[in-house]
Nanobody, 119 residues
Framework: QVQLVESGGGLVQAGGSLRLSCAAS????????MGWYRQAPGKQREWVAI???????NYADSVKGRFTISRDNAKNTVYLQMNSLKPEDTAVYYC?????????????WGQGTQVTVSS
């Protein structure tokens, strides 16, 4: 089992910045990819960014150039630095970790943290 706890959300004005953190505990030795997703009111959850165990990253087009995902394996924590925030970035942000056990991938989710960007 993997437990994920997000923090760092809040209210910020457009153009501002926030940094989200996601601390993992439990069977962390088997965590492979980690990522961030978000869900705005009335919309489906969408992928935001991903980072592999080796540090490779990828981003949704809507956040490319503004958001940066990083990972500190020593602290079992993944971060999402969000700059130049826009009102359309308002959503609940969820951390996801993929546990790889003998090739079987099991996803785990955090409880979510609210990000609100005012115009």
């Amino acid at each position: 089992q993997v437990q994920l706890v997000e923090s760092g959300g809040g209210l910020v004005q457009a153009g501002g910045s926030l940094r989200l953190s996601c601390a993992a505990s439990g069977s962390i030795f088997s965590i492979d990819n980690m990522g961030w997703y978000r869900q705005a009111p009335g919309k489906q959850r969408e992928w935001v960014a991903i980072i592999t165990n080796g540090g490779s990253t990828n981003y949704a087009d809507s956040v490319k150039g503004r958001f940066t995902i990083s990972r500190d394996n020593a602290k079992n924590t993944v971060y999402l630095q969000m700059n130049s925030l826009k009102p359309e970035d308002t959503a609940v942000y969820y951390c996801k970790a993929d546990r790889n056990s003998f090739g079987i991938i099991t996803p785990y989710w955090g409880q979510g943290t609210q990000v609100t960007v005012s115009s």
